[in-house]
Nanobody, 115 residues
Framework: QVQLVESGGGLVQAGGSLRLSCTAS????????GSWYRQVPGKERELVAT???????NYADSVKGRFTISRGNAENTVYLQMNSLKPEDTAVYYC?????????WGQGTQVTVSS
């Protein structure tokens, strides 16, 4: 069983930055994909960014050029550096990994961007 714990959320003004961290209970991110999703009330959870075991990354169009996903050297952490934040980035952000046949989720961390 893999456990994921997010941290780093908070309140920031538009144009500011935050870095989210996702720490896993094991060094899983060298061999397995790590992703960040976000969700606002009443809407479906949205994929924000993914880093594959090859270190290839992929981003939602809405965050390209502003967010960067990366892995830590210990391979049990995935980061999401968020710059030039906008009010529409306000959401609960969730860390995710897929290890066949299961998806694993963290508990989420709130990000609030004020205008």
């Amino acid at each position: 069983q893999v456990q994921l714990v997010e941290s780093g959320g908070g309140l920031v003004q538009a144009g500011g930055s935050l870095r989210l961290s996702c720490t896993a209970s094991a060094s899983i991110f060298r061999l397995n994909v790590g992703s960040w999703y976000r969700q606002v009330p009443g809407k479906e959870r949205e994929l924000v960014a993914t880093i594959f075991n090859s270190a290839i990354t992929n981003y939602a169009d809405s965050v390209k050029g502003r967010f960067t996903i990366s892995r830590g050297n210990a391979e049990n952490t995935v980061y999401l550096q968020m710059n030039s934040l906008k009010p529409e980035d306000t959401a609960v952000y969730y860390c995710n990994t897929y290890i066949y046949p299961n998806h694993y989720w963290g508990q989420g961390t709130q990000v609030t961007v004020s205008s």
